[in-house]
C-alpha cells in the first residue's frame, strides 16, 4: 500500500478513534504533552493526513510560551543519562538510536553532555534537534552553534524541532493505524 494511502486510511481510524484510544494514541507526539493530543482530537475529523498534521502544528503553536518553556525542559537531553538508564519513552530511543548516539564514543559522549549541561545552564531547558533527521555529528555541531543564539530564538528553534518530531511521530502513528483499522 502506498505510503500516503496507508496515512490516510490512519485518520480514517483516528476519526473514529474514542477519546481515551486517541489520548492513549497520541499522547506523547510531543514528549510529556498530552494537552496537544487532547486539542487535536478536539479538531475532528481529518480529511486526510496533511490535515492532521496542520492541526498538530497548530496545536503546538497556540500553546503559551511557558507551555512551550515547558515542553523544552520536559524533553529528555540526547544521550543522557535517562538513556544510560534506559529510561526513555520508546519514541525517544528509538530516535536516538536512529540518530547514531547510542555509538558514540566515551570522548563524544562526554562532549555532548558537557555542551548540554552548558545548554541547559545558559537557557534553563533541554537543547532539542530532531534526531530522526540528524546523524550524531551533526547533532554535536548543531548544538555547539545554537550555544550562541538567544533565549527567545532557542525557544523558536526548539519548538520548531519539536514539531518536526512531532510531525514524524504522527507520520509513524497514521502509518499503524492504517493496519489496526484493517483488523
Do not use: W
Amino acid at each position: 500500500i502506498e505510503p500516503q494511502l496507508a496515512m490516510d486510511a490512519g485518520v480514517e481510524y483516528c476519526n473514529s478513534a474514542k477519546q481515551e484510544q486517541f489520548a492513549a494514541t497520541f499522547g506523547n507526539v510531543v514528549e510529556h504533552t498530552q494537552k496537544v493530543a487532547d486539542e487535536l482530537f478536539k479538531q475532528r475529523p481529518f480529511s486526510n493526513s496533511n490535515s492532521v498534521i496542520s492541526a498538530l502544528y497548530s496545536a503546538i503553536d497556540s500553546l503559551s510560551v511557558l507551555e512551550k518553556v515547558g515542553i523544552l525542559e520536559g524533553h529528555p537531553d540526547l544521550a543522557g543519562r535517562l538513556a544510560d538508564a534506559n529510561l526513555l519513552t520508546p519514541e525517544s530511543a528509538r530516535e536516538q538510536k536512529d540518530a547514531g548516539l547510542n555509538l558514540l564514543s566515551s570522548e563524544q559522549k562526554a562532549l555532548l553532555k558537557s555542551h548540554n549541561d552548558e545548554y541547559r545552564q545558559k537557557f534553563g531547558f533541554t537543547f532539542i534537534i530532531c534526531a530522526r533527521e540528524n546523524k550524531a555529528n551533526a547533532i554535536l555541531e548543531g548544538l555547539d552553534k545554537r550555544l550562541a543564539n538567544s533565549r527567545d530564538l532557542e525557544i523558536h528553534t526548539g519548538i520548531e524541532e519539536v514539531k518536526k518530531i512531532a510531525k514524524l511521530r504522527t507520520v509513524d502513528i497514521l502509518a499503524k493505524m492504517c493496519t489496526h483499522s484493517k483488523l
